[in-house]
């Protein structure tokens, strides 16, 4: 069984960088696909980008230019930094787990942009 967890600041402030990180259980992140998704408060969820079992990234066309996905094997985590980021940033943010199975899913973390 899969099991991951965020990890990161609750709060923000504009123009700054969201960092967070999901430590994952159960499963090596050398296999399958790892992803981050948000939700923003009324909103529907939106993919983010993922970080391929070779390592290779692929990110949302919108989200391209101020996202970046990496990991440490080492330690069984991935982590998403969010670069430039405004109050339309603020989110429910979760990692996410796509085996050959199943999805599995984070808890979520809030992470509030504001001054």
């Known amino acids: 069984q899969v099991q991951l967890q965020e990890s990161g600041p609750g709060l923000v402030k504009p123009s700054q960088t969201l960092s967070l990180t999901c430590t994952v259980s159960?499963?090596?992140?050398?296999?399958?696909?790892w992803s981050w998704i948000r939700q923003p408060p009324g909103k529907g969820l939106e993919w983010m980008g993922l970080?391929?079992?070779?390592?290779?990234?692929y990110y949302s066309p919108s989200l391209k230019s101020r996202t970046s996905i990496y990991r440490d094997t080492s330690k069984n985590q991935f982590s998403l930094q969010l670069g430039s980021v405004t109050p339309e940033d603020t989110a429910v943010y979760y990692c996410?787990?796509?085996?050959?199975?199943?999805?599995?899913w984070g808890k979520g973390t809030l992470v509030t942009v504001s001054t």
């Open positions: 159960g499963g090596s992140i050398t296999t399958n696909g």
């Open positions: 970080i391929a079992y070779d390592g290779n990234t």
């Open positions: 996410n787990a796509e085996t050959s199975t199943k999805y599995y």
